[in-house]
């Protein structure tokens, strides 16, 4: 069984930066795709960052340019370094993965959130001006 654990949340101040990490348990390398998604106060879970297939990188139109999503195979942890925080960053943070290599389902649309199956608890991010 498959497990995610993200960590690197907390609480900071508008402009800061700050690194998420999840770190991916007994998946190996099969799943296709991994994102991370928030969920602001009164809001519907959104993308933030997803990489498919190790190499290609997608962002929502509001952190791009400030957010960066990494993923180290050998550590099996998935990153999201978040520079130039401001206050509408604050949220749960969550990670998840998605698709499966081994039988060819691939996640055509990283940022939709329909092909990810399995999702971490959340880490708070509170950012204050």
């Known amino acids: 069984q498959g497990q995610l654990v993200e960590s690197g949340g907390g609480s900071f101040q508008a402009g800061g930066s700050v690194t998420l990490s999840c770190v991916a348990s007994?998946?190996?390398?099969?799943?296709?795709?991994m994102g991370w998604f928030r969920q602001r106060p009164g809001k519907e879970r959104e993308a933030v960052a997803a990489?498919?297939?190790?190499?290609?990188?997608y962002y929502a139109t509001s952190v791009k340019g400030r957010f960066t999503i990494s993923k180290d195979n050998a550590k099996n942890t998935l990153s999201l370094q978040m520079n130039d925080l401001k206050p509408e960053d604050t949220a749960m943070y969550y990670c998840?993965?998605?698709?499966?290599?081994?039988?060819?389902?691939?996640?055509?649309?990283?940022?939709?959130?329909?092909?990810?199956?399995?999702w971490g608890q959340g880490t708070q991010v509170t950012v204050s001006s």
């Open positions: 007994n998946y190996g390398d099969s799943p296709h795709c």
């Open positions: 990489i498919a297939g190790d190499r290609d990188t």
């Open positions: 998840a993965v998605g698709g499966n290599r081994r039988s060819g389902s691939l996640c055509y649309k990283p940022l939709i959130s329909s092909h990810y199956n399995h």
